[in-house]
């Protein structure tokens, strides 16, 4: 789906990411994972071709990112970005159905078909209710799954995420995780995200993408790479695993003097 070839990534003259030739295939989801100022964001910003590498390429399906045409990106990935500024008075519904324009080739205005995956996508985030609210009256959660329906009525197989769960309230981080777990594993859609929390990111991945900060980097299956001492490592915190059941549950443990 999205591969980078010796990717290079640089704040001024520090090297966040150096020499990435990672694969991503159709259906997997992917968590990547590091400190604060490690690079995610950087990114990707990049995978989604909103920022120039400063080596290396980034392709979707085999094809590198300057070779698509925007309308045609649009259609093969979306983007959530981590914050966003909602300077005019749009409603909800046009919010969401912005998304739309990639599918509008020579048509102007929404049609049926669009008005409904919309209201689909809305209900998905369980925020159909606010359809007709103004986007700068909702709450930073409410704005954010408000978001996410955008990104599910853009319909594109793959999908990057900035922190999905960001500003939301427990069972909606969950609701939202479970959700993209499902898109991946039922439609064969793809995901990449962002994400702090750790148990949460690994109960949906299939995958992890470790960043150091410094060039360095680490990718590979969750049950590989999201290893107490691996995390401990690249987060620079000792980190403990326990096992609940079937599930893994990741807590940060106090420094040993």
């Known amino acids: 789906m999205i591969s980078t070839h010796h990717l290079s990534l640089k704040i001024g003259q520090r090297q966040l990411i150096a020499d990435l030739n990672w694969l991503v295939q159709d259906g997997e989801c992917w968590s990547v994972i ?10 990707l ?6 920022r120039p590498p400063d080596g290396g390429h980034v392709a979707i399906g085999g094809r590198p990112l300057k070779d698509w045409p925007l309308a045609e990106l649009a259609r093969q990935r979306a983007f959530l970005a981590q914050s966003r500024s909602d300077a005019f008075a749009y409603t909800v519904i046009e919010t969401v159905l912005s998304a739309r324009h990639p599918y509008h080739d020579n048509r102007y205005w929404e049609g049926g078909e ?3 995956i919309a209201m689909r996508s809305l209900e998905a985030m369980e925020v159909a209710e606010l359809a007709a609210r103004d986007v700068r009256t909702l709450s930073g959660g409410e704005r954010q799954r408000v978001a ?12 990057l995420l900035d922190e999905p769960a960001n500003a939301l309230d427990l069972g909606h981080q969950v609701g939202v995780m479970k959700l993209l777990s499902q898109l991946c594993r039922e439609q064969g ?22 960043l150091m900060g410094d060039g360095r980097w680490l990718a590979g299956a969750t049950a590989d790479v999201m290893r107490a001492d691996l995390l401990s490592d690249y987060l620079g915190h000792p980190i403990d695993i326990i ?15």
């Open 34 to 43: 590091g400190r604060n100022g490690a690079g995610k964001s950087t990114l």
């Open 45 to 50: 910003r990049t995978l989604a071709g909103l």
């Open 114 to 116: 669009d008005q409904a």
């Open 148 to 159: 996410i329906a955008a990104m599910l009525a853009q319909d594109t197989p793959l999908l």
């Open 189 to 210: 859609k793809t995901a990449v995200m962002i994400g702090h929390d750790l148990t949460l990111a690994h109960g949906v991945s299939t995958h992890a993408l470790l």
């Open 243 to 257: 096992q609940h059941g079937k599930r893994s549950i990741f807590i940060p443990t106090e420094d040993q003097e």
